[in-house]
């Protein structure tokens, strides 16, 4: 897999290249934002590791543009600020997860392990295309209908989307979907779920009110 690092810190990202392609990644990296775009419509990475604090675009300006035009492409927001708000911000705009400065380098490489799997465990992945309501999500082509209109998911609101219409009727608590979506090794708040739910039930247009806060559980999809 290739990882996009976007930091204009030198060392830093000299550190995270370093670790990355110890553990087997290909790597490239920008140290100004203004560089990014460009770069991706000659090549798409499998993953990008952002930082917010950068020179030309900012991060979460960036981010936000990443995701408008390439939704697919899993963001790990890095962040040196301490601050809830920035954190959430940078989740709502499409960011997939976040690791805050200083990190642990070892963290660091198993959270992009875990923002770029693709795929599921073989035994809960459902094959085909899923029809549920005005629903119709297509697993090979990645894609989203809702009304016949195509929705732009990221990677994560695609993986909880495909497990909750798989699972209609099911609740899941937040530990469950962490597990199930990022991973048991990484570790990745409650907020992160909140947030990904939330910004999924708003893309989900007429069909939003399927997806039910079960107050004191988790979450549930409604069957049709």
């Known amino acids: 897999m290739k990882i996009l690092i976007v930091d204009d810190e030198e060392d830093i990202a000299g550190l995270i290249q370093f670790h990355l392609e110890e553990e087997g990644f290909q790597t490239e990296v920008c140290h100004n934002g203004m560089e990014v775009l460009p770069r991706l419509e000659k090549n798409l990475p499998d993953g990008i590791i952002l930082d917010l604090m950068l020179p030309g675009i900012g991060g979460m300006d960036l981010c936000k543009r990443i995701k408008e035009k390439y939704p697919q492409i899993p963001i ?73 209109t195509e929705i732009d998911l990221t990677l994560i609101e695609f993986k909880l989307l495909q497990l909750f219409a798989g699972n209609p009727g099911v609740a899941f608590s ?34 939003k009110e399927r997806l039910e806060t079960i107050r004191g559980v988790g979450y549930r999809f409604r069957d049709a």
């Open 76 to 148: 790990l927001m890095v962040t040196a600020k301490t601050g809830e708000t920035d954190v959430v911000l940078g989740l709502e705009l499409g960011a997939d997860d976040y690791i805050r400065k200083p990190f642990n380098i070892r963290e660091l490489v198993a959270r992009v392990r875990s923002v770029t799997r693709r795929t599921t465990d073989p035994s809960q992945e459902v094959q085909g295309t899923i029809t549920t309501g005005k629903i119709q999500i297509n697993p090979t082509a990645h894609k989203v209908f809702v009304e016949g």
């Open 174 to 207: 937040r530990d469950k979907l962490l597990d199930r979506i990022w991973g048991k090794d990484v570790f990745v708040t409650d907020r992160t779920v909140d947030v990904n739910i939330k910004r999924l039930r708003d893309k989900l247009l007429s069909e």
